[in-house]
């Protein structure tokens, strides 16, 4: 039997030459050039940022921002430094963009470009590379320099890496309420009769106030020796935490008190947290010093008599959410 006659297979066949009007992949752009004309001007002007318009380059949008008098010390030498940012709200909160490039000044007689590396992690809470001082003005005015050409300087920045990866954060949204009549600050008074100090600094002796109700929530005060055994400690503590939804919190404003009986010189301190089923209980481990407790001339303990007080208001809430 014979051979086929389709021929080609060997790429000799020159009607099958698909290079010659092969059209060439398309490079992706890397790099950002920035040519500033009649920079002198620029320098006349006050002290501050220029910033470029705004490229994309590798899937992100970004800036070029130029400083060509900036000061790493006031009253010392002046830099022409640069900064990559990214546009206001163009990176999500739960997204990173790790990059690496390299500013860039351009040598326009010798080649000799001034290069400097970054790599930033920019996220919502860090848009800005941070200031790159690239090199001093004056070097840059040098004639023999290059970089300062018939009034024109060239800037740039070259993209090494880019990644946008999605970060595993915790993100909460607290939600703040306006007072009004529904949610205004509640007081509850709680008198504690023969108050005994040698058993109260007894080890792990703490005392209870009687429960009572704020803001749909039931609550508690904590008195208790400090650690140390020299202050008193005070605590405001939520109970039925289950009431609260897993990964909220309610944002509490109170103040606790002790009572000058005699003065009406009240000890008190004032706090704004978010109790939660993790952290119920929010007060201070030194809220007052023993010995200011048992002065009698101060009010807050006579003959046995303390009287501590909270004022609580609801103030809003939170919620936690985890991103994988």
């Not at 390299?102 to 001034?114: A, C, L, T, V």
């Not at 008190?268 to 119920?280: A, D, E, I, T, V």
């Not at 929010?282 to 809220?287: I, L, P, V």
């Not at 010093?289 to 939170?318: H, M, P, Q, R, W």
């Amino acid at each position: 039997m014979g051979n086929s006659c389709v021929k080609g297979a060997g790429g000799s066949n020159p009607g099958l030459d698909l290079t010659s009007n092969a059209t060439p992949l398309p490079v992706e752009q890397t790099t950002f050039k920035w040519i500033i004309d009649g920079f002198s001007s620029l320098l006349d002007k006050d002290q501050g940022w220029t910033y470029s318009n705004v490229f994309e380059i590798m899937g992100v949008k970004w800036y070029l921002k130029l400083n060509p008098k900036y000061k790493k010390i006031i009253g010392k030498e002046e830099y022409v430094s640069l900064r990559l940012e990214l546009p206001q709200g163009s990176v999500k909160l739960d997204t990173i963009v790790e990059a690496s490039f390299k500013f860039i000044i351009y040598d326009q007689s010798n080649g000799k470009h001034k290069k400097q590396l970054v790599n930033h992690s920019f996220q919502t809470a860090s848009t800005s590379s941070g200031i790159s001082c690239m090199l001093p003005l004056k070097t840059l005015n040098k004639q023999s320099s290059g970089f300062l050409v018939n009034n024109s300087c060239i800037f740039g920045i070259e993209f090494i890496k880019v990644a946008t990866i999605k970060a595993n954060t915790a993100l909460e949204t607290l939600f703040v309420r306006k007072m009004n009549v529904f949610n205004e600050a509640k007081v509850y008074t709680w008198k504690i009769e023969d108050l005994k100090i040698e058993d109260f600094f007894a080890p792990k002796n703490r005392s209870y106030s009687p429960e009572f109700e704020i803001g749909g929530y039931t609550w508690s005060i904590t008195m208790y020796p400090s650690c140390d055994g020299n202050h008193v400690s005070l605590f405001l503590k939520m109970k039925k935490t289950n009431d609260v939804p897993k990964d909220s919190g309610n944002l509490v404003e109170f103040t606790l008190s002790i009572k000058d009986q005699e003065n009406s010189k009240d000890k008190k301190l004032p706090g704004r947290c978010q109790f939660s089923n993790q952290y119920p209980c929010w007060g201070w481990n030194k809220f007052i010093s023993l010995e200011d407790f048992k002065d009698t001339s101060k009010g807050y303990l006579i003959k046995g008599k303390s009287c501590i007080e909270v004022k609580v208001a609801i103030n809003g809430s939170s919620k936690t959410e985890y991103s994988q």
